[in-house]
């Protein structure tokens, strides 16, 4: 019972607001039709976001990058909790990742305040 409340939760909230919700909702709107099969999600705190674009996209690999290990594993533990298994986190930097991975999606949200302007062009 308890983990049914927690996937539909996941499902429906994935930020915990009603708010990013709608916005995700836009979002899934604008990128209908468009099909990608490896994405990051840079700066993915505790996985709320991956996971959502993950329940949406069951076809695509996503990868959840965060510098924070305890934010990584609470996404973690929440994977095995929601429904999806199509993502994969890990404790990793931005600012020194390997530049030969690649992804045909990328996602960057609520991160780029946390880092220094000269740093931002090499995310974007
Ligand atoms: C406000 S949270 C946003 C989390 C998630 N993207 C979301 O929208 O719910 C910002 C996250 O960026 C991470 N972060 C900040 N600087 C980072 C860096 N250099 N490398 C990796 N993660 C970083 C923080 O640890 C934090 O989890």
Redesign the pocket.
Known sequence: MIKLARNIYYKYFP?GNISTYIRFLYLKRAMRGISFSRAL??????G??TRFFADNYPGTSFVG????AS?IEQAKASTIVGDSNNTTFHI????EMDESEEYDFR?????L???LDQ?VRVLC
Request: hydrophobic residues 35%.
């Open positions: 930020s999600d840079a700066g993915c705190g505790t709320a976001i990058y965060d510098i924070d934010r990793q930097n931005l600012m996602s960057l949200r609520f991160v305040q946390y880092v740093q």
